[in-house]
């Protein structure tokens, strides 16, 4: 079983960027393949972005792309999402999945095994 955190969100202005953390617990997070989505009020979460197990692999909402980046670290068990370039758009709840042995592509949210609680970001205008 992985447990997972995040950290990082808050209050920024348009423009600005965040960096935000996954830390999983457990011997085998090496295993997972790891997804960030996020959640606007009165809108249904959706997808962010993708990285495989190795993280040799990622994938990217089109409304991210050229501004998000996904990494991991397997050895600190901790999953990254740098946001820059930063829009009132993007703000949300987000949150970080984990789907055991996940392949390269990022799959439907129902297929991801485990979730954090999620870590609020505000974009101001």
């Known amino acids: 079983q992985v447990q997972l955190e995040e950290s990082g969100g808050g209050l920024v202005q348009a423009g600005g960027s965040l960096r935000l953390s996954c830390a999983g617990s457990g011997r085998t997070f090496s295993s997972y393949a790891m997804g960030w989505f996020r959640q606007a009020p009165g809108k249904e979460r959706e997808f962010v972005a993708h990285i495989s197990v190795s993280g040799g692999r990622r994938s990217f909402a089109d409304s991210v792309k050229g501004r998000f980046t996904i990494s991991r670290d397997n050895a600190k068990n901790t999953v990254y999402l740098q946001m820059n370039s930063l829009m009132p758009d993007d703000t949300a709840i987000y949150y970080c999945?984990?789907?055991?042995?996940?392949?390269?592509?990022?799959?439907?949210?129902?297929?991801?095994?485990?979730w954090g609680q999620g870590t609020q970001v505000t974009v101001s205008s």
């Open positions: 999945a984990a789907k055991l042995y996940g392949g390269s592509r990022p799959a439907p949210l129902n297929e991801y095994d485990y």
